[in-house]
């Protein structure tokens, strides 16, 4: 059987969407109606008439995908696909936080649990964390989870106090201010790209520093033919695929080996076929927080004034 075929049969039958974030291992958007990142998705999600979205990313995009759309059934096509990052504060860590700064608002980047989004006060993506925060109009904010994020927010606004928690992503920490240099040595005319969730002076040493898509635009746009990506692979693979079927003429480096995600990676066309025939992974998000953590999720949209939520 083509699994893909089969995929794109089923995905008409049952009336389902798949959303792909570009992490995700590249031959899955071609049964993919929408590829890109958090934000993006997030649009996406909020906007389809399906039934079904299939989410090809990680645990806490599903949630929020569920959180935008309550009525419709969101799947996982593997439950393994956590986000480490995500994972290292609860909303008991973040209580302790908040009192340790009382009265200061609490933006949450997207990758958190519904938990810790219904426990803080607005939501942001790496997209849009510098005008989320400077939409506030507040002179302190507590950032989580990502330390490194909220840090870079701090440095690019100048005048909002950042009080960040530490987390941090491990595939964006693994890229360090050597393979910068290293890179700059190998390729003196490429342009590295990075992103935010890399540590700070790896970010100063690159030449932009942007979200996923801002990276992907960036490198769509610009003149230059060659280009060193610090961030994961998923994106590289893509730049180079659409660089040949569109004749750019441009190479994407990827800064070392193995920047990968590993529960990003976990998504097989073999999970996204079962999960259609067998309508598995469900994701769901407890009653008592959904509609805090949907609040904080709609508050982003409201800020940068999207207005695409029902
Ligand atoms: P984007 O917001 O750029 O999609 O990033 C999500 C993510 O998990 C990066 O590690
Ligand atoms: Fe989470 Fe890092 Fe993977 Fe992004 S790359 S999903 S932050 S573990």
């Known amino acids: 059987m083509d699994i893909k075929v089969e995929i794109n049969k089923l995905k008409k039958e049952k009336n389902a969407v798949v959303l792909a974030h570009c992490y995700q291992p590249v031959e899955i958007d071609e049964v993919a109606d929408f590829v890109g990142d958090s934000l993006y998705l997030s649009k996406m999600a909020s906007t389809t008439n399906a039934d079904i979205i299939i989410f090809a990313g990680v645990h806490f995009m599903a949630q929020s995908a569920k959180l935008l759309n309550p009525e419709k059934k969101v799947l996982l096509p593997n439950m393994n696909s956590g986000c480490y990052m995500a994972d290292m504060i609860n909303?008991?860590?973040l209580r302790e936080f908040k009192k340790e700064f009382p009265n200061i608002p609490v933006v949450c980047y997207i990758n958190s649990t519904a938990e810790v989004k219904a426990e803080s006060d607005i939501c942001c993506t790496s997209s849009n964390a510098i005008q989320v925060v400077e939409s506030l109009g507040v002179p302190e904010v507590l950032?989580?989870?990502?330390?490194?994020?909220?840090?870079?927010?701090?440095?690019?606004?100048?005048?909002?106090?950042?009080?960040?928690?530490?987390?941090?992503?491990?595939?964006?920490?693994?890229?360090?201010?050597?393979?910068?240099?290293?890179?700059?040595?190998?390729?003196?005319?490429?342009?590295?790209?990075?992103h935010p969730e890399c540590n700070k002076d790896?970010?100063?040493?690159?030449?932009?520093?942007?979200s996923t898509k801002e990276i992907m635009d960036y490198a769509v746009s610009s003149k230059s033919k060659q280009f060193v990506v610090a961030t994961e692979k998923?994106?590289?693979?893509?730049?180079?695929?659409?660089?040949?079927?569109?004749?750019?003429?441009?190479?994407?480096?990827?800064i070392k080996e193995n920047i990968t995600c590993q529960n990003m990676k976990c998504n097989s066309l073999e999970d996204i076929y079962n999960s259609l025939i067998?309508?598995?992974h469900e994701v769901n998000v407890d009653t008592k927080v959904f509609y805090d953590a949907k609040k904080c999720v709609e508050k982003m949209f409201d800020a940068l004034k999207i207005g695409c939520l029902k």
């Open 91 to 93: 909303v008991n860590q």
């Open 143 to 194: 950032f989580v989870p990502d330390t490194y994020l909220g840090k870079w927010v701090e440095h690019k606004l100048g005048n909002i106090k950042v009080h960040t928690y530490n987390g941090f992503c491990p595939t964006h920490l693994r890229i360090r201010t050597e393979d910068i240099e290293d890179a700059r040595k190998k390729y003196p005319d490429a342009i590295i790209l990075t």
């Open 202 to 210: 790896v970010c100063e040493l690159s030449d932009f520093v942007g």
């Open 234 to 254: 998923g994106v590289v693979d893509r730049l180079n695929r659409d660089s040949i079927l569109n004749d750019w003429g441009k190479e994407f480096i990827l």
């Open 278 to 280: 067998y309508e598995q």
